[in-house]
């Protein structure tokens, strides 16, 4: 039998947590209620934002979690698309900023200077 590579998110994982945590848990809790609260940004806009970030990070418990709260909040799938696509090219478009860091190792390397 394979063993999943991600186990499902249980009632006894939660319950285990509580009972290794309880307070970090509770303020954990807290701090997530507060910045998924509406504010500034409504509710809807923060979880496009946490599904974008979720697939940055790559965390398929937070994409999971957080696609769902989106439809919950009222996004679309097509809303919930254009989030993964900004998420995907901010990744990408980090690779291409970071690359003046092999530039300038290649070129001091070398002895040239970037230019």
Known sequence: MDTPLYPASTGEIAH????????????FKAFSAAVFADGALPGKTK????????????????????TQAALKAGASEQEIMEAIWVAAEMRAGGAYAHSA????????THGATPG
């Open 16 to 27: 285990k947590r509580r009972e290794l945590a309880p307070k970090p848990l509770d303020a």
């Open 47 to 66: 979880q496009l934002i946490a599904v974008a970030v979720a697939h940055v990070t790559q965390c398929p418990y937070c994409i999971r979690g957080h």
């Open 101 to 108: 860091l092999a530039i300038d190792v290649m070129a001091h």
